[in-house]
């Protein structure tokens, strides 16, 4: 299983990004989706996930960020709105596949926010 994440760029603050993450190959069953960031010299953290019909979100995004997913696509999707220049970040997504789950990584895709 391949994830490819889309959607980061540069964007003032205030502003809005969606980020979406596909999956492709051999997907059958996907359980838990998350998005994780990580800031320049800052541990990898977890942003939002989304599993069995809940989803969960940092303190730091509440109310400003949205996870979604389209289970017939095999996509999710991060809408960032609000944005601030501590949310610049590279956005990792993440989904646990099949049975037993096993975790899947995307690649990357960094969000700037400039202030």
């Known amino acids: 299983v391949q994830l490819q994440a889309f959607g980061g760029g540069l964007v003032q603050a205030g502003g809005s990004l969606r980020l979406s993450c596909a999956a492709s190959?051999?997907?059958?069953?996907?359980?838990?989706m998350a998005w994780y960031r990580q800031a320049p010299g800052k541990q990898r953290e977890l942003v939002a996930l989304?599993?069995?019909?809940?989803?969960w979100y940092a303190d730091s995004v509440k109310g400003r960020f949205t996870i979604s997913r389209d289970n017939a696509k095999n996509t999710m999707y991060l809408q960032m709105n609000s944005l601030k220049p501590e949310d610049t970040a590279v956005f990792y997504c993440?989904?646990?596949?099949?049975?037993?789950?096993?975790?899947?990584w995307g690649q990357g895709t960094q969000v700037t926010v400039s202030s």
């Open positions: 989304t599993t069995s019909g809940s989803t």
């Open positions: 190959g051999s997907v059958f069953v996907i359980n838990t």
């Open positions: 993440a989904m646990d596949v099949g049975q037993p789950p096993r975790r899947a």
